[in-house]
C-alpha cells in the first residue's frame, strides 16, 4: 500500500500545537501500518521546526512542501504537487488542527472498498456537527464535515472538482456531498478529535465573508442559494449499516 498523508494548510495561531499534533498523527500512522509512507504539507506560515521534525522521521518517504500565504483552497488548490497523487493507492486528507484517537487504517480501506465509498471519515470528536459523532457502527451522508477523510487518488480528485478557489473556507460543500452523488461516509468504531476551535467562526467579519462566498458558490454551482435551502431539502445521514 502507497500512502500519502495530505496536509490541506498548516500555519500560525498554535503552530507548536499543530506540530505536537501531526507528529503524533504520522507516528499513530507508522505504527499502524508498520511501512513507510509520504507526506505532503500546505505551509502557510513558514516553519523549520517542522521540517526538521519530519526530515528526522526515518519511515516518511516522500515529503512534498509548498509555501504560500492563503486559506485552505487557496493553498491546496493550487499546489503543483497535486501531480504526485495519482503516484499511491490511498491518500489521508487531514487538517492540521486534527488529533487521530483511535484508528485502524487496513480496516477502514476494507471497509472504504467493500460499501463503495469514495470518502470515508472517523468519528469527530468536538466536531462542529453532532452527526459526526452521535452515530454508530457505519453512517452513510450526504453532509460530512472535513476534518480527517481517506479518499482514493480518483477520490481526492474528485473532491478538489468540487472546490473554488474563491470559496477558501470550503463553507458549504461539506453539505453537496449527497448533491454531487458523491458516497460518503463516517465509521463510528474510529475517532479522531477537532483539538483547536475555529477562529473564523469567534470573528465576525470572516464568518460574513465565508458566508457570503459560500452563499456565491452555490448559487453559481448549484441550485441552492443558501444553507437552509440545502438543510429544508435532505437529512445529514441518509443510512446507518453494518460495516462488517
Avoid at 502507497?2 to 495561531?13: F, R, S, T
Avoid at 519530519?54 to 483552497?73: A, C
Avoid at 468536538?126 to 459526526?132: A, E, G, I, P
Wanted: net charge neutral; proline share 4%.
Amino acid at each position: 500500500m502507497k500512502l500519502l498523508y495530505y496536509l490541506p494548510a498548516i500555519g500560525d495561531p498554535d503552530l507548536g500545537i499543530k506540530e505536537a499534533i501531526l507528529l503524533h498523527n504520522l507516528n499513530y500512522i507508522y505504527k499502524n501500518i508498520m511501512q513507510p509512507f509520504s507526506l505532503l504539507i500546505n505551509f502557510y506560515t513558514h516553519s523549520e521546526s517542522i521540517k526538521a521534525a519530519v526530515r528526522g522521521l526515518g519511515f516518511i518517504e516522500q515529503f512534498y512542501i509548498s509555501e504560500r500565504k492563503g486559506v485552505l483552497t487557496e493553498l491546496f488548490l493550487r499546489n503543483s504537487d497535486n501531480i504526485h497523487v495519482s503516484e499511491f493507492d490511498y491518500v489521508l486528507f487531514v487538517l492540521d488542527d486534527v488529533k487521530i484517537v483511535e484508528l485502524d487504517l487496513p480496516k477502514m480501506i476494507d471497509i472504504k472498498t467493500k460499501h463503495g465509498l469514495e470518502i470515508l471519515s472517523p468519528r469527530i470528536l468536538k466536531s462542529t456537527h453532532s452527526y459526526m459523532n452521535n452515530g454508530r457502527s457505519l453512517t452513510i451522508h450526504n453532509f460530512l464535515e472535513i476534518y480527517l477523510i481517506l479518499m482514493t487518488p480518483k477520490d481526492f480528485n474528485r473532491f478538489c472538482s468540487i472546490h473554488t478557489i474563491e470559496n477558501k473556507w470550503m463553507w458549504g460543500v461539506d453539505l453537496l456531498f449527497g448533491y454531487y452523488k458523491i458516497t460518503a461516509g463516517v465509521i463510528h468504531n474510529y475517532s479522531a478529535s477537532h483539538e483547536l476551535p475555529s477562529k473564523t467562526l469567534s470573528n465576525p467579519k470572516l464568518v460574513a465573508e465565508a458566508c457570503n462566498l459560500s452563499n456565491r458558490y452555490l448559487q453559481e454551482r448549484t441550485v441552492y442559494k443558501n444553507f437552509r435551502e440545502i438543510m429544508a431539502s435532505c437529512s445529514a445521514v441518509s443510512a446507518t449499516i453494518d460495516p462488517i
